[in-house]
């Protein structure tokens, strides 16, 4: 009798165990397709940007924190992508290159006022000018850093440029702080911790990919 609950209990978890990895495969996929309709809308212009979109848009690599630089697949770069938006030291980096042109989407990761704070700037290699970007959060403050998101807070770095001999970004409220950078950036109202990790995000991250941006 013992030895038949023990085999029924052993099949209970079993079976528990495949239905909580199939609930995480889910919403790995549901995050990984996610991330896919974010990175497309940094390319397509449309209404309805689909994710099923990014293969035909985009091709992708790795820089791992040493330089060194592969080839890699869109799964692999979004897993990559998202696994980091919830780690605070990532090993790599995905690059996303916008197929036949010289432009690249650069996810970048920080640290705001509460959690994690991350971007996906749109750089041109060739000039090194930045002409999109899109900033999100885990769980800043409503209508205080949570603005971050919004476009009248990232537009003002639309068509800066990144200088990877120096940090490129100082914060309006700590300009007379900053060493090198003069191209300042107007914070969020009542979240300057929050825009200085903006700050120092761009200024750190962007600098990971110097190997790939200056080969």
Request: glycine share 6%; with cysteine; proline share 2%.
């Amino acid at each position: 009798m013992k030895k038949g609950l023990f085999i029924v209990g052993i099949i209970a978890v079993i079976i528990c165990c495949k239905s909580n990895l199939k609930i995480a495969e889910k919403e790995k996929e549901q995050e990984r397709r996610m991330a896919a309709k974010y990175i497309v809308t940094m390319v397509d212009a449309s209404k309805k940007p689909s994710a099923t979109k990014i293969n035909t848009l985009i091709t992708a690599k790795v820089i791992d924190i040493s330089g060194k630089i592969r080839s890699i697949t869109i799964q692999e770069a979004l897993d990559s992508y998202v696994a980091n938006t919830k780690n605070e030291n990532p090993s790599q980096y995905a690059i996303f290159e916008i197929k036949n042109t010289s432009k690249v989407i650069l996810p970048v990761y920080g640290k705001g006022l509460w959690d994690r704070i991350w971007g996906l700037v749109l750089l041109d290699k060739t000039s090194m000018k930045v002409e999109k970007i899109a900033f999100d959060h885990k769980s800043e403050t409503k209508d205080l850093g949570a603005n971050i998101v919004k476009p009248s807070f990232a537009n003002q770095f639309i068509g800066t440029t990144v200088d990877l001999t120096k940090q490129s970004y100082t914060l309006l409220q700590d300009r007379y702080l900053n060493n090198t950078a003069t191209q300042i950036v107007d914070g969020v109202s009542g979240a300057t911790r929050t825009s200085r990790g903006v700050v120092a995000m761009l200024n750190e991250d962007l600098h990971k990919y110097k190997k790939y941006l200056c080969p």
